[in-house]
């Protein structure tokens, strides 16, 4: 056999192993992609379909109500963070919870208070009584604050709760409360008028992503 015959009969193989190794590569990343898109999808249909309990079923009560934190702006509630609050007032006002534990620690943002106090000065300022109101100061994640607004009902000897927070923000809120054994989880949401609702749902399914993997970890180690 010729030199060149040689030369080209060896150079087949490789450009056959090298077709072969870019088709699996590319059949991974389609299959990769896919799975990804499921995933996805799996996580926005939990989010946009939420409801949590009825605003209108009067059976509902609890010992405290909880309000996820929110951004301040100079140090008032930002409108998005208003939204939770009143929607707190409005339940707290109809007898749903005789209390309010209003969580989230110091903005990275410039804000000389807390979350928390910004959300206690708020509701004191639309009739809620000081010691109605109970602050988690230290939180800065939607676990942190359930897990801290649990530390004060147990401190309390209360057995019950009703998270309030948007309906973007109420699936993983209620997942989260379900891991940390909160029984009933109750989650009542509203609806926001201020942000844009897709941006966030957007978002909402990378912290829910998040969310899952921290899961795993805590549930093995």
Request: aromatic share 10%; hydrophobic share 45%.
């Amino acid at each position: 056999m010729s030199m060149a015959r040689a030369k080209l009969s060896y150079a087949r193989p490789r450009r056959s192993r090298a077709r072969r190794a870019l088709r699996a590569f590319v059949w991974t990343a389609a299959a990769g992609f896919a799975l990804l898109l499921v995933w996805c999808g799996w996580l926005y249909a939990q989010i946009a379909t939420f409801h949590g309990i009825s605003s209108s079923d009067k059976t509902v009560r609890a010992d405290a109500g909880i309000v996820l934190g929110a951004s301040l702006w100079n140090d008032k509630p930002s409108p998005g963070l208003s939204e939770r609050l009143d929607h707190a007032l409005a339940l707290y006002r109809e007898g749903v919870f005789p209390r309010i534990i209003v969580t989230g620690g110091l903005d990275a943002g410039g804000a000389t208070i807390t979350e928390a106090e910004g959300m206690r000065n708020y509701l004191t300022e639309r009739g809620v009584p000081e010691d109605a109101i109970f602050m988690d100061t230290e939180s800065r994640s939607t676990y942190e604050n359930l897990i801290f607004a649990q530390d004060i009902m147990k401190a309390e000897g209360w057995k019950s709760a009703v998270v309030v927070t948007h309906r973007y923000h109420g699936a993983r809120a209620a997942d989260i409360a379900r891991t940390l054994g909160y029984d009933p989880v109750q989650v009542s949401v509203t609806e926001t008028k201020v942000m844009n609702v897709g941006y966030h749902q957007a978002r909402e399914v990378l912290a829910f992503t998040k969310w899952k993997w921290n899961k795993l970890l805590l549930t093995f180690g």
